[in-house]
């Protein structure tokens, strides 16, 4: 079983940051892509941004720009910098990893339990 536990959510006003962080945990052989997604209230679970473990990303559009998204390998940790935040990205953010698991690498695709980040105007 893998662990994923999310941190950094909170309130802030429109044009501020936040910083999430979320480390995997558990019997872990390999953490491959790490991701985070959100999901605001009566709508889809979206991508906001993923990371391979060579480092390439990828980024929605509505946050090109404004969020970065990076990792450290040693510590199964992903992050992500959110700068210049809009009302529009208020939703429970989740953090999401693949990879293989164990003495056998077997694969897994775990999920985080959430946080919120709610930007005021």
């Known amino acids: 079983q893998v662990q994923l536990v999310e941190s950094g959510g909170g309130l802030v006003q429109a044009g501020g940051s936040l910083r999430l962080s979320c480390v995997a945990s558990g019997s872990i052989f390999r953490v491959n892509t790490m991701a985070w997604y959100r999901q605001a209230p009566g709508k889809q679970r979206d991508l906001v941004a993923d990371i391979t473990r060579l480092g390439n990303t990828n980024y929605a559009d509505s946050v090109k720009g404004r969020f970065t998204i990076s990792r450290d390998n040693a510590k199964n940790t992903v992050f992500l910098q959110m700068n210049s935040l809009k009302p529009e990205d208020t939703a429970v953010y989740y953090c999401?990893?693949?990879?293989?698991?164990?003495?056998?690498?077997?694969?897994?695709?775990?999920w985080g339990q959430g946080t919120q980040v709610t930007v005021s105007s």
């Open positions: 999401n990893a693949d990879g293989l698991l164990g003495i056998f690498a077997e694969t897994f695709t775990s």
